[in-house]
């Protein structure tokens, strides 16, 4: 009976992540690891806001102000501007403008220096619109979720899952990525305390994590075969008894 006390156990550093080397735990330790800022990408979607003020009243929003896209969720995401092919976003009184490779700050400052020949002190305010990544594979709630910061780390797209699962391999997940056309995999250790530093810490909008099982299923106390053990033992029993009789 011993066997089935030990295969219902698991080592809990399965399950811990980022681990120190040793026991002592160094909890104020700093890694660095900047936030760098979102740079607009072929596809994206682009909230953008434009306002402007009465010239007569400066100091008051004017009745005409102009909005290009959404207040809602849902607005955002049917108003919104989709980056082409091309990098561009075809734009009211501006016409195609390029956005790719920049920052939505950049943008904005460059859409809000145009405007000034159309309206008097124009204000404009471009942010990403329907930022995504997809959790799956072995987490207690797979799917896509959206965020609307600029970034999140692959810690709070695991939350947003529900975590990973008891037999969800944090040493091995897997990261698949665009860039460029082209897809990346790449294997990334929860348990390492590098991940901090490296280029998969935050993530990237239209990421997604693949939480893989581990590579043997572990068996836990409720999920032991009890009635197939009951059934081998009771059949040796009986090949034991048969024997002894025999020799007699």
């Known amino acids: 009976m011993w066997i089935i006390f030990l295969s219902g156990c698991m080592t809990t550093n399965k399950m811990v992540y980022v681990q120190e080397e040793s026991h002592n735990r160094d909890l104020g330790h700093e890694f660095v690891n900047e936030q ?23 100091d008051l929003i004017s009745s005409g102000e102009i909005r290009m896209g959404g207040r809602t969720t849902t607005d955002y995401s049917l108003i919104s501007y989709q980056v082409d092919e091309n990098g561009n976003i075809d734009m009211p009184l501006l016409g195609q403008v390029h956005v790719a490779g920049k920052t939505v700050d950049e943008v904005a400052a460059e859409m809000q220096e145009e405007l000034k020949s159309y309206f008097y002190s124009p204000s404009v305010k471009v942010s990403f619109v329907n930022k995504n990544v997809t959790v799956i594979g072995q987490v207690s709630n797979p799917g896509r979720y959206y965020y609307s910061g600029e970034n ?52 990237k909008s239209g990421d997604v994590v693949y939480v893989e099982p581990m590579n043997r299923r572990i068996w836990g106390i409720n999920q032991v075969p009890f009635s197939l053990i009951l059934s081998a033992a009771t059949t040796s029993l009986l090949i034991f008894d048969y024997i002894r009789r025999n020799e007699l």
């Open 152 to 203: 999140i780390n692959i810690f709070q797209a695991l939350g947003l899952a529900g975590d990973i699962q008891e037999y969800g391999n944090r040493e091995k997940v897997v990261i698949v990525r665009e860039r460029n056309g082209r897809i990346h995999k790449n294997s990334v250790d929860l348990t390492n305390k590098n991940l901090f530093i490296s280029d998969f810490y935050y993530l």
């Open 36 to 58: 760098k800022r979102a740079l607009i990408q072929t596809f994206d979607e682009l909230y953008v806001n434009v306002s402007s003020f009465n010239e007569e009243s400066p």
